[in-house]
C-alpha cells in the first residue's frame, strides 16, 4: 500500500514572525506544532506537505538559503532544516535549546542567528559548518523588557554587522558587531507603544540604508543609516537651520573619532556611533528620516520589497491589526533650497477590509522573493494574496488577489462526507464550519481540493457536524441547539460553475444567500442576496469573502438536552438524527432519536449508560444504534415495530478506559470499539441478541478514532484506526476470515502529531485507489490517498 496527499488544510499561527518565503517561491509557516510547505511559483496548489519535529507552537520561520531555513517555537527550541538537491524532502539538520522561555523574535544573516525569548534576551548562535554543532556567541540582556523584533544586516560600506532590537521598552537598539562581540551604539526613541516590526532596506548604490520599524501606535518610522562624514556642514555657513547649527555646535564639542567603538553623541538630529573594522575607526550617523501615519490601529509587520528589473522604486510593506496592507513609496519633490530634493513617502496602495478591526486584522506580510506578490496572514490563519499584473499608462502598478491557503484555528473536531462523496465538510474549536470541494482542472490534470464555502459562522465551539443530503446539514456545538442549514442559491451557482457538481433545475428555487444576526449564533435566509461584499462565480471564493457572502441559511432548530450536546450521528437512509450530551449522570446520559422529515422526536430517549455517551453509529440497514460512553460500556437499540428504538444487548464493561469512538462494517456482521485503554475490539454476532469479542487489536497509544471501508471485489475491508499520539494505522480483514492484519501505518513525520479526532473513509472511491479524510487535534484536514 501507497500514500499520497490529495488535500491538507492548515492556519497560520497567530504571530509575526511565523512564516518566511524562499527564493524559489515555498511559503514556509508554522501551523501549531507543524511546519507547512505552500508553493506559490506554480499558482494555487494549496499546501503541499507538513513538516514534524517541534513540540510546542511554532513561533518563527526565517530562510537561510534555498536550501536551508531555521524554526523556533514556544518552549525555546530552534532547529535548522535542510534539503538535499532540489528534492522537497526537507530533513531536520540541528536543533537545540535556546531559551528556556519562548522564543518571540528570530533572524538570520549570513552564518549569524540571532534569537530573542520572553525571557527578556537576545542570543546569538553561528550557524553550523558540515556536521558542526551551533555554537553560541553571546548574550544580550534587556533589563526586563521582552523583544518583539530583529533585523540584521551590514552597515553601509563596510563589513560590520547591524542589530537591531526592538520590543516592549517602545526604543529601537542598535547593535553593531566588527570583529567577534557586539556592542550597543545607538538608542533610537519616538515610538509610543511596542514594536512589532523592524526590517532593513536592501543595500542602495548610494550606500544608504534605511531602517523601518513598525509599532502599536499605528505609525511607521524611517531612520537613514549612512557613513558619516565631517567637515560637509560648517558652523560659520550661512543659511542653516536651528537643528543644523546645533549639530554643527555638539560636533565642536568633541572629536568623534577618538570615541570609544560604540560610543555615542547626544543628538536632536542625528546619532553618531563609531565602529572599528581592520584597526580602521569609522563613524556613522543614524537620523530620523519619516514618519508613515495611514493604518488605524496597531503595525503588526514592515517588510521592504525585493528589488527587481521591472520597478527599482522603494516599497515598504506593512500590515496592521486595522485589517489593512499598505505599499509606501517615496515620491520626490524639489525643496527650497539650490539643488537639493527631498522624498515624502506616500500610501501608494492599499488592500484588505477598509474600516476596522474585522476578524482581528492580519498578523504578518512578506514578499515573494522577486518582489511580483504580497502576501498576509490574518488572526484566523488565512492568507490573502495579491499578484503584480503589469504597469498602467500612468506607470502605477496594478495589483490583482488571486488564491491563497487558509483552515482552522486549533482543533478539527469533525469530518463528514456528503452522501456521493463530492463534498467533505469539517467543524473546529474555531467556532467555523467549512465545506471543501475538488475542482477539475485542464488538460486531465488531477482536480485540486479547496474550502468552498464557510456555512456556519457560530458563537460556540463546534463539535459536530453531518449532511443531510448534499445540500443540507446537522451540526452541534457546545450548546444544547441542535442546527440544521439549507444551502443558499449562491451555493448551488458556485459549484455548478466551477463545474465541482450538477444540480438539477428544482435546487435553484431557494434563497439567494444568509446574513448572519448579531453574536453569530444563527444565519437568516436572504433572498435577494444583499452582501457588503461581491464574490464572482467566476473563481473559488477567497479568504475574506468566505465568512461572509458564503454562510447558509439556518433552517430549524431543535432542543431536548439538558446539558451541551457531545456528539451526533445521521442514519444511513437519512431519515434519522441522533444526539447526545455532556453527562454525569444517567438521567442525562441518553440518546434523542429525531425525524428529519417533521424533526420531532422518535420514540422514548435511549437510556442505560450512567456517563456521557462518546460516540453513536446506525448500523448499515438503520435496525441498529450503537453507542459507547465514557462509562466503558457500549450498548445496542433495536428498531421497534412501531416507533423509536429499544435496548437489545450491552457489554458493560469491555474496556479498561473511557471508549471514544465506535463503527459499523459496511456488511453489518461486525462493529467496533476504540479505547483509551489502547485497543480496538472487533465484535461479532452469535446469534440474534448476543455479540462477542471476536478479534483484539493493540495499540501503542490510545485509540481515539476508527472508520470501515467497504468489501473490495477481492472480498477485503478495510479498518483505519487513529491514536492520541496522530499516527494512523490500516488493517484489512476478508469476510471469511476473522483476523486483522496491518498494512501499513502514517506516521506524524507524514500526516498529523496531535489525537486524531475523526477519521472518514470517502463513499464511492475506487477498488485500487481510496481516499480516507482524518482530522486532528493539530489543527489540521487532510484527505489522503491510498493506493491498495
Known amino acids: 500500500m501507497n500514500i499520497s496527499t490529495a488535500y491538507i488544510s492548515a492556519s497560520t499561527n497567530r504571530y509575526s514572525a511565523a512564516s518566511d518565503v524562499t527564493s524559489e517561491g515555498t511559503v514556509i509557516f508554522g501551523s501549531s506544532n507543524l511546519l507547512g510547505l505552500w508553493d506559490i511559483s506554480d499558482g494555487d496548489k494549496g499546501i503541499s506537505a507538513t513538516l514534524a519535529g517541534h513540540n510546542a507552537m511554532i513561533t518563527c520561520v526565517r530562510v537561510i538559503d534555498s536550501q536551508s531555513f531555521v524554526s523556533a517555537d514556544d518552549q525555546g527550541q530552534v532547529r535548522i532544516w535542510e534539503r538535499k538537491g532540489f528534492t522537497s524532502q526537507w530533513s531536520c539538520h540541528a536543533n537545540f ?47 526586563g523588557r521582552y523583544p518583539l523584533a530583529l533585523a540584521c544586516t551590514r552597515l553601509p560600506q563596510s563589513d560590520t554587522l547591524v542589530l537591531a532590537i526592538g520590543g516592549t521598552d517602545r526604543k529601537i537598539q542598535l547593535w553593531t558587531r566588527s570583529d567577534t562581540v557586539f556592542v550597543q551604539s545607538a538608542i533610537l526613541g519616538g515610538h509610543e507603544d511596542w514594536i512589532r516590526g523592524l526590517s532593513f532596506s536592501f543595500p542602495e548604490t548610494d550606500g544608504s540604508l534605511v531602517l523601518a520599524s513598525g509599532s502599536q501606535d499605528a505609525t511607521i518610522r524611517l531612520w537613514n543609516i549612512e557613513v558619516y562624514k565631517k567637515g560637509v556642514q560648517s558652523p560659520s555657513s550661512e543659511g542653516l537651520g536651528s537643528d543644523d547649527l546645533l549639530d554643527a555646535f555638539e560636533e565642536s564639542l568633541g572629536d568623534f573619532g577618538d570615541a570609544e567603538e560604540g560610543g555615542r553623541q547626544i543628538s536632536l538630529k542625528r546619532h553618531i556611533f563609531s565602529v572599528k573594522s581592520k584597526q580602521e575607526s569609522f563613524l556613522f550617523s543614524v537620523t530620523f528620516d519619516a514618519l508613515l501615519v495611514g493604518h488605524e490601529a496597531g503595525i503588526t509587520s514592515v517588510s521592504w520589497r525585493p528589488p527587481n528589473s521591472q520597478n527599482s522604486t522603494p516599497t515598504l510593506l506593512s500590515t496592521s491589526t486595522d485589517s489593512s496592507l499598505i505599499f509606501w513609496s517615496p515620491t520626490t519633490m524639489n525643496t527650497n533650497s539650490e539643488d537639493r ?93 467549512r465545506i471543501h470541494g475538488a475542482i477539475p482542472q485542464q488538460n486531465d490534470l488531477p482536480a485540486i481540493w479547496y474550502e468552498l464555502a464557510r456555512p456556519q459562522v457560530h458563537g460556540y465551539d463546534l463539535l459536530g457536524t453531518v449532511f443531510l443530503d448534499e445540500l443540507k446539514f446537522a451540526s452541534i456545538a457546545d450548546e444544547k441547539v441542535l442546527r440544521i442549514f439549507d444551502a443558499p442559491r449562491r451555493f448551488v451557482n458556485l459549484t455548478q460553475a466551477l463545474h465541482v457538481t450538477r444540480f438539477s433545475e428544482n435546487e435553484r428555487s431557494r434563497p439567494m444567500g444568509a446574513s ?66 455532556k453527562a454525569s449522570s444517567p438521567e442525562h446520559a441518553v440518546v434523542r432519536i429525531y425525524d428529519t422529515t417533521t424533526w420531532q422526536s422518535v420514540g422514548e430517549p435511549l437510556a442505560g449508560h450512567s456517563l456521557t455517551v462518546t460516540q453513536i453509529a446506525f448500523s448499515p440497514d438503520d435496525e441498529l444504534i450503537l ?60 446469534d440474534e441478541n448476543n455479540w462477542s469479542c471476536v478479534s483484539t487489536l493493540k495499540m501503542e497509544e490510545s485509540a481515539t478514532a476508527i472508520h470501515f471501508n467497504g468489501l473490495d471485489k477481492q472480498q477485503n475491508r478495510y479498518l483505519a484506526v487513529g491514536l492520541e499520539n496522530g499516527t494512523v494505522l490500516l488493517y484489512s480483514n476478508s469476510t471469511l476470515d476473522t483476523n486483522w492484519a496491518w498494512k501499513m501505518s502514517i506516521l506524524p513525520d507524514f500526516g498529523h502529531v496531535g489525537q486524531i479526532n475523526r477519521l472518514r473513509w470517502r463513499p464511492g472511491t475506487g477498488e485500487r485507489y481510496k481516499e480516507i479524510a482524518s482530522c486532528s487535534e493539530d489543527g489540521t484536514l487532510r484527505i489522503l490517498i491510498v493506493q491498495v
Open 97 to 143: 535549546s535556546a531559551h528556556k522561555q519562548a522564543i518571540s523574535a528570530l533572524c538570520v544573516f549570513d552564518d549569524c542567528i540571532v534569537t530573542g525569548s520572553s525571557e527578556a534576551t537576545v542570543k546569538l548562535w553561528k550557524l553550523p559548518q558540515d556536521d558542526s554543532v551551533v555554537q553560541f556567541l553571546q548574550t544580550i540582556h534587556l533589563s
Open 627 to 686: 453507542t459507547v460512553s465514557r462509562d466503558r460500556s457500549w450498548r445496542l437499540f433495536q428498531k421497534a415495530e412501531t416507533e423509536g428504538y429499544t435496548p437489545q444487548s450491552a457489554e458493560s464493561k469491555p474496556h479498561g478506559r473511557i471508549i471514544w469512538d465506535c463503527a459499523w462494517a459496511s456488511e453489518g456482521d461486525i462493529f467496533a470499539t476504540a479505547s483509551r485503554d489502547k485497543t480496538v475490539k472487533i465484535w461479532g454476532r452469535n
Open 341 to 433: 530634493t527631498s522624498s515624502i513617502w506616500i500610501n501608494r496602495e492599499r488592500f484588505g477590509d477598509i474600516g476596522g478591526q474585522r476578524l482581528g486584522g492580519f498578523v504578518g506580510g512578506i514578499w515573494r522573493r522577486d518582489g511580483n506578490e504580497a502576501l498576509a496572514w490574518g488572526w484566523s490563519g488565512g492568507w490573502k494574496r495579491w499578484r503584480w499584473v503589469s504597469p498602467s499608462l500612468d506607470n502605477d502598478e496594478i495589483w490583482e488577489e488571486s488564491g491563497a491557503i487558509g483552515g482552522h484555528r486549533g482543533s478539527v473536531k469533525s469530518v463528514d462526507w456528503s452522501p456521493t462523496g463530492t463534498f467533505l465538510m469539517s467543524t473546529g474549536i474555531d467556532q467555523t464550519t
Open 516 to 581: 448572519a444576526i448579531p453574536l453569530n449564533l444563527s444565519n437568516k435566509a436572504d433572498e435577494d442576496g444583499q452582501v457588503s461584499m461581491y464574490a464572482p462565480v467566476s473563481r473559488r471564493p477567497y479568504d475574506g469573502e468566505l465568512a461572509s457572502v458564503t454562510i447558509w441559511p439556518e433552517v430549524e432548530k431543535i432542543f431536548g438536552h439538558g446539558y451541551e450536546s457531545i456528539t451526533l450521528a445521521i442514519s444511513n437512509s437519512r431519515r434519522y438524527i441522533a444526539t447526545a450530551c
